[in-house]
């Protein structure tokens, strides 16, 4: 019997080496001697049993049996697809309720809010409709998610409650939960809008980028003063007695990325239940950083994913939701043929009621794949992908990261390549480094027994 390798990477993490399986996403600890084989025969094509020691085929066949090797000619490689569109279930829709801001974010991917057109409000009508279009759409899907986004959403409540209204409606109606979740930079919460939100168990995501001097430098208003000081005191309200996770959610530009350790440590004191820290979309030359930030933010990430570890093995699960998701989804070996879910089960609505492929692509034409008066087109839908996706098979096809990435968000692939001219795999290093690290984190959860917290995560990925 002749056999191959499949695609696999070895990493040595303290005194343990670590093989993963790309195609199946899977985790071994191995011992030294199964490491100095895998090293020894990682470049032999084919492998014949027959010429190695006793020793040697005996550790091959173990490898074979956790699909690290396949007979010739048998390897069964998962390659990225695009799933048939048509046949795909609605389970999750962003309302862009407002396309205004009473912001002016310095890294604002959407243009103040109003994605490059002119200030818009989504009609009652048309988020209700549109709520009615995602459940109808869902197919046999028990759990469908509702984003309310903008711009800022609270500038039109009146189309939040509508939608929310109806969510509840057809909840009740189908049977199915209508999970809710609501983006905003929470300046204009007021007790009764905080009310509303406990009312109907609403989650949200409070843009807030830190102390006052990043969050202020970052996030100011249209007159230049910064917008701290409204939010914090609301958060109290906001926080007690919330029926969903409040979570912030962190944009950082390159300058600031030293500082990623203080930022989590002042957003956890002050009582987010989780906090997600993102580097900013390149949407200008200038937020495109150098190595001396890469190496920062992945420091300040590296030194956020030990405490986590360290709090895990004491059974405290640390709210550090860049690590969390990525723990969850190793833990299940869950492995992508796509990137993300946009146009896949995953529309967003404008405040004109078009659907876009995903809500950072909303006002891009290219994107626009129908809309709420004729409903979306899978046509259009599987014509905007492969726009964004062609030729990430050929480039992505040796990464070893390429199952647990699936060539990376398209927006960003979008601006860096299309608009700003940077060669395609410019951030490649960075993601495959904080998968490493992600990995090795989840070897030291699993080497220090902390099973029953890792099954915790698991309904991150499977709702």
Avoid at 150 to 163: H, K, S, Y
Avoid at 230 to 238: F, N, S, T, Y
Avoid at 340 to 366: M, N, P, Q, S, T
Wanted: hydrophobic share 40%.
């Amino acid at each position: 019997m002749r056999y191959e390798w499949t695609d696999h990477q070895l990493f040595q993490h303290h005194d343990r080496a670590i093989l993963f399986g790309v195609d199946q996403g899977s985790l071994f600890f191995i011992d030294e001697a199964t490491r100095e084989l895998v090293e020894r025969l990682d470049s032999r094509h084919p492998l014949r049993l027959e010429e190695l020691s006793a020793a040697d085929r005996d550790i091959l066949e173990s490898l074979a049996e956790a699909r690290f090797l396949a007979p010739l000619g048998a390897r069964h490689r998962i390659e990225p697809a695009i799933p048939d569109v048509g046949s795909i279930p609605l389970t999750t829709m962003v309302l862009e309720v407002a396309q205004e801001c009473n912001l002016s974010c310095r890294y604002c991917y959407a243009e103040g809010g109003t994605y490059g057109k002119q200030v818009r409000h989504l009609s009652p009508s048309l988020a209700r409709e549109a709520v009615r279009q995602l459940v109808a759409g869902s197919g046999d899907r028990e759990t469908v998610t509702l984003v309310i986004f903008g711009g800022e959403p609270l500038l039109n409540m009146d189309a939040v409650r509508a939608a929310v209204e109806e969510a509840g409606t057809a909840a009740v109606a189908t049977g199915k939960k209508v999970f809710v979740s609501l983006t905003t930079n929470a300046t204009l919460l007021t007790p009764e809008i905080i009310d509303f939100i406990h009312q109907h168990r609403i989650a949200v995501a409070v843009s807030l980028d830190g102390p006052a001097d990043l969050h202020d430098a970052n996030r100011p208003d249209a007159t230049g003063n910064g917008s701290y000081a409204r939010i914090v005191p609301k958060l109290g309200d906001l926080l007690r007695g919330a029926t969903a996770a409040v979570a912030a959610r962190v944009t950082l530009v390159p300058e600031q990325w030293s500082r990623v350790e203080e930022v989590f440590y002042h957003l956890m004191e002050l009582g987010f239940h989780e906090v997600g820290i993102g580097p900013v979309s390149p949407v200008r030359p200038e937020y495109l950083p150098d190595t001396d930030q890469e190496e920062q933010l992945l420091a300040g990430f590296a030194a956020l994913t030990t405490t986590f570890v360290k709090a895990a093995r004491q059974g405290r699960l640390l709210p550090f939701s860049n690590i969390i998701d990525l723990l969850a989804r190793l833990h299940l070996g869950q492995t992508k043929s796509v990137s993300c879910g946009a146009g896949i089960g995953y529309l967003a609505v404008d405040a004109e009621g078009k659907y876009y492929l995903c809500h950072r692509l909303v006002g891009e034409e290219a994107f626009c794949v129908g809309d709420i008066a004729a409903g979306h087109d899978p046509e259009e839908i599987r014509r905007a992908i492969d726009g964004v996706t062609c030729g990430r098979e050929e480039m992505c096809g040796q990464c070893w990261a390429r199952t647990l990435c699936a060539g990376g968000c398209h927006y960003e692939n979008h601006l860096r390549e299309n608009l700003l001219g940077i060669p395609p795999g410019s951030s490649c290093s960075f993601i495959r480094r904080w998968f490493q690290l992600g990995i090795e984190a989840y070897a030291e959860l699993k080497r220090g027994g902390a099973d029953e917290l890792l099954r915790r995560l698991e309904k991150r990925v499977k709702c």
